[in-house]
């Protein structure tokens, strides 16, 4: 009889830790990356992982997770993995708990602040990056006297707690960390290379650099002509009644000022949404919606593509650059995919924009300067390719002469 159903996202080591007691004790549990109706009805938080047993055992917390799944594997095949003894048993509970609790949240909001996912707050990343290192302390305590964690062998603790590490230190850590961490740096290469993760970081390594915070470069905002000619003690009140929304005059977006296109981008926004992207939207557009008069189309690039780490990380990166493009949605349309896998990823994307230059669309978004614009032009076939594959998004993209899977997008509409 089956012995449960085991929930995981596949790139979180809270949930591969888990599935990798399944496949390292070869134990009788489905793995299901994908949320289903028995996951939603049994887990109102909705976090991964999560497990289902037999007779509507259910269990979240991968902590609890993954104890139980142990408790699954024969006596005699478990080897120590629970530590040998109870004390052992605590100690292994003790880095589980300490390094999910403590660890894992400081270093992911660190690192989702310093890449972009979240907004960036300099002394909160300073105090995730000293909460990390306080942990990292304790670690590096024990391992610069100890091979392990626990015990003389390699026991849950190490495989959860160096999965934790290792988003970490290959990205907002590096180099650097490894130096301050010596211990910490020999010990995740030995355990990262154990027969339990089944070669998962067979290729890892800790770049010399830690990912730092880009700041969008942010273009001088020009004053306004009226407001620098105003005596200076008048300027407060200006400013409150500048603030005062009813009283200010919404500066018009400059590509308000081409007036009405023959074909309204709202149509084509309907067309592309409702109808099938290859066989009816994509003519439609070339038929009703492009006229190179009103309209030009442009291939955006990320410039940074070699610090984009999780394939997931980087489309929320395009997912925030939509945000804060928001006030051009009238003038544009467009999609920007990731190609590529974790790790060796980049984004690209093609943008259909109200008039003949990119920067009054574009640059609304603070972080425009982060992207390249190329103009196309439709009457090349490989652009005209490029466009519809990016509107439709079902083929690899070539880049630098190399078929490129897409492995997620955003459309702009
Ligand atoms: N306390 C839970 C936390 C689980 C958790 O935060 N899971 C994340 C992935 S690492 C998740 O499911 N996030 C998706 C969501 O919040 O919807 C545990 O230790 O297992």
């Not at 995740?188 to 880009?214: M, N």
């Not at 990823?345 to 943008?351: E, L, S, V």
């Not at 390719?385 to 509107?391: A, K, L």
Request: glycine share 6%.
């Amino acid at each position: 009889m089956s012995q449960g159903t085991l929930y995981v996202m596949e790139m979180s080591p809270r949930s591969y830790v888990n599935a990798n007691i399944v496949k390292h004790f070869g134990l009788d549990v489905a793995i299901k990356t994908e949320k289903d109706e028995a996951f939603n009805r049994a887990f109102p938080l909705g976090k991964l992982p999560a497990f289902i047993g037999p007779k509507g055992y259910k269990l979240h917390e991968c902590l609890a997770i993954s104890n139980y799944l142990v408790s699954l594997v024969p006596k005699d095949e478990v080897k120590g993995f629970l530590g040998k003894n109870n004390q052992e048993f605590a100690s292994i509970i003790k880095y589980l708990s300490l390094v999910n609790q403590e660890f894992v949240p400081a270093q992911y909001q660190a690192l989702f602040m310093i890449n972009g996912r979240f907004p960036y707050n300099k002394k909160q990343v300073d105090e995730h990056l000293a909460n990390a290192e306080k942990v990292a302390a304790i670690l590096e305590a024990r391992l610069s006297e100890f091979t392990y964690l626990v015990g003389e062998r390699a026991t849950l603790a190490d495989f959860f707690v160096a999965a934790s590490i290792s988003d970490g230190l290959k990205t907002i850590f590096a180099k650097p960390f490894a130096k301050k961490f010596p211990s910490i740096a020999r010990w995740f290469q030995t355990v990262s290379k154990h027969a339990f993760f089944e070669g998962k970081f067979a290729d890892f390594v800790i770049p010399e650099q830690a990912l730092v915070y880009t700041p969008p470069k942010k273009e001088k905002k020009e004053k306004k002509p009226e407001a620098a000619a105003a005596p200076k003690k008048e300027a407060k009140k200006e400013v409150a009644e500048e603030a005062a929304p009813a009283e200010a005059p919404k500066p018009k977006h400059p590509l308000e000022l081409l007036g009405k296109p023959k074909a309204v981008l709202d149509e084509w926004k309907r067309v592309y949404s409702n109808e099938e992207t290859r066989e009816t939207a994509i003519p439609w557009f070339w038929k009703n919606q492009y006229d190179p008069e009103e309209w030009s189309l442009w291939k955006v690039d990320y410039r940074y593509n070699d610090e984009l780490t999780l394939t997931f990380m980087s489309n929320n990166l395009v997912g925030g650059f939509f945000n804060r493009l928001s006030a051009s949605t009238k003038y544009m349309f467009g999609c920007m995919v990731v190609y590529g896998e974790n790790n060796n990823n980049g984004i690209t994307g093609a943008f259909l924009v109200r008039g003949q230059d990119y920067k009054p669309a574009f640059d609304v978004a603070p972080d425009w300067e982060s992207y390249e614009f190329t103009k196309l032009d439709a009457s090349n076939e490989e652009s005209k390719n490029f466009i519809n594959n990016m509107f439709a998004w079902d083929e690899p993209v070539i880049v630098n002469g190399e078929k490129r899977e897409i492995a997620d997008g955003k459309v702009f509409k």
